[in-house]
């Protein structure tokens, strides 16, 4: 059969198959542990599960205008108020069927053939595949873990070309959990300013932060980074409902009307039930965050503690997110290494690695190069603290055999 050339550019999702590995292994009674989904692991909270179920009740079950119901919009805007300091009239603001649609709407309506977005690396591993989906080119931006993993203004500076149309910004960060203070977006925003391409700020993981670190957007600025930045966010992760599939962005309301139209044509609204369900999250009791963010950074704690204490392996201390990205380049210098690569024969190290230690360790951690650097691997701590404990010790005994 013939495809289009636009579909054959795409790569299957690496977290997911991985996931998905990891779960045919288990119903097949193999012992696997799974470090590989990016989501939480709590029930999403039970006030917000009474809404959905009161949506169905109620007969709130028909179609919604396509941006989304009125009523979340306004919940919308006044989340962007309460939490971010930025002012948003509800025609700014739109609801998309999770984050990942608000991503991939942004790029189909931004981009014509060529037009690049500059994407920070390590990234979420959908955003290049997004760009090129609507035609555009990724370009990337190579950070390492020495440099905090974030990107200087002078490498924005030296990326952008008179094709550029938008650079991405995630923070914290999926895969590596680094998170840019407000001078350090200040010092990007001067880059950008002086510029006309647009900022995506995608803020999905702003309230997992660790440390009493402070979340900043970039479009708090200045008034004109606030007209230049369209903001991403939604329900999945904050709220522990990555199965009802609410994403939001908040820009021009220009560009708003054109994603509109789009999805008035493509998918219409996002589920009515989950658009409820979102209205008593963004609105509702707040103090369920508190309780889930003790647990992530206690799990932060062990896990970068664990991790830094196993051969060959380095890892950043993560600002905020719920994902360790460790250095291993350190293992592939271990005496046994050429064991592992002679055996799973990967043209990229890290896949070798992860082969390794799902062989080996039955553990399920994703390879970096899935996120643009063969020297990581990329753990969620979002699961239970049994399960931690008992796959990083699977996790040393594999490296411990290396050495
Ligand atoms: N942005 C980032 C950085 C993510 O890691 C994810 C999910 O993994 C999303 C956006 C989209 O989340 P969802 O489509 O589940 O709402």
Redesign the pocket.
């Known amino acids: 059969m013939k495809f289009s050339d636009r579909i054959l550019k795409v790569k299957p999702s690496p977290t997911i198959a991985v996931t998905s590995m990891a779960s045919l292994l288990k119903s097949q009674g193999v012992d696997i542990i799974g470090f590989g989904a990016?989501e939480p692991d709590f029930d999403t909270p039970k006030n917000i599960r009474e809404a959905g179920i009161k949506a169905i009740e109620t007969g709130k079950t028909r179609y919604t205008p396509s941006g989304g119901l009125p009523e979340l919009r306004n919940a919308i805007v006044t989340k962007f108020k309460r939490d971010n300091n930025l002012e948003y009239k509800p025609s700014e603001v739109i609801v998309n069927c999770?984050?990942?649609?608000s991503?991939y709407n942004l790029m189909q309506v931004l981009l014509n053939d060529g037009d690049e977005v500059i994407i920070p690396a390590p990234y979420?591993v959908s955003y290049p595949d997004m760009v090129l989906l609507a035609g555009g080119k990724p370009v990337i931006i190579n950070t390492e873990a020495e440099a905090g993993f974030k990107i200087t203004p002078a490498q924005l500076e030296a990326s952008i070309t008179s094709k550029t149309r938008a650079v991405v910004i995630?923070s914290p960060?999926?895969p590596t959990g680094a998170a840019y203070s407000f001078d350090e977006l200040k010092a990007l925003a001067e880059v950008i300013e002086k510029t006309d391409i647009i900022a995506i700020s995608?803020d999905?993981?702003e309230t997992i932060l660790f440390d009493g670190f402070k979340f900043s957007n970039i479009a708090n600025v200045s008034d004109t980074m606030k007209k230049r930045t369209v903001v991403?966010n939604?329900c999945?992760?904050t709220y522990a409902m990555?199965g009802w599939?609410i994403?939001y962005m908040a820009g021009d309301q220009e560009l708003i009307a054109k994603i509109d139209i789009l999805q008035g044509q493509s998918t219409s609204n996002p589920t009515t039930i989950s658009q409820w369900a979102a209205i008593e999250a963004l609105t509702g009791d707040q103090s369920v965050l508190a309780e889930m963010m003790v647990a992530f950074e206690r799990r932060r704690n062990f896990v970068i503690k664990e991790l830094n204490s196993m051969p060959g392996v380095t890892c950043y201390n993560p600002e905020g997110a719920f994902y360790a990205f460790p250095g291993v380049s350190g293992v592939y210098d271990l005496k046994e290494w050429n064991k592992v690569s002679e055996k799973y024969k990967d043209q990229y190290k890290s896949s070798s690695l992860c082969a390794y230690l799902m062989e080996e360790a039955k553990t399920a951690v994703v390879p970096g190069i899935a996120f643009g650097n063969d020297g990581y691997f990329r753990m969620s701590f979002a699961t239970s603290d049994e399960n931690l404990k008992e796959g990083l010790k699977r996790i040393r005994e594999a490296l411990e055999k290396l050495v």
């Not at 999770?98 to 649609?101: D, E, I, T, V």
């Open positions: 990016g999770g984050g990942k649609h991503f979420w995630n960060s999926n995608d999905i993981y991403l939604g999945s992760k990555t599939r994403g």
